[in-house]
């Protein structure tokens, strides 16, 4: 399993988080952060695998 697809199921993670915040009513800037981070992982990941090849 390559670093890249790694980084891609943990930025799933973190849209899942991000998603079940803001279904409970969290604060906005705790679901901005963590699509944030979850956007970064998902496209440094993708950034990776295509350059990997």
Known sequence: MSA???LMALGAF???GAI???RQH???W???LLA???ALLVGYGWYSW???R
Do not use: D, H, M, R
Request: hydrophobic share 60%; charged share 5%; proline share 5%.
């Open 36 to 38: 944030l981070i979850a």
């Open 4 to 6: 890249a697809v790694v």
């Open 26 to 28: 969290k604060p906005a």
């Open 50 to 52: 295509f350059q990997a």
């Open 14 to 16: 973190f849209v899942g």
């Open 20 to 22: 079940s915040f803001q």
């Open 30 to 32: 705790t679901v901005g």
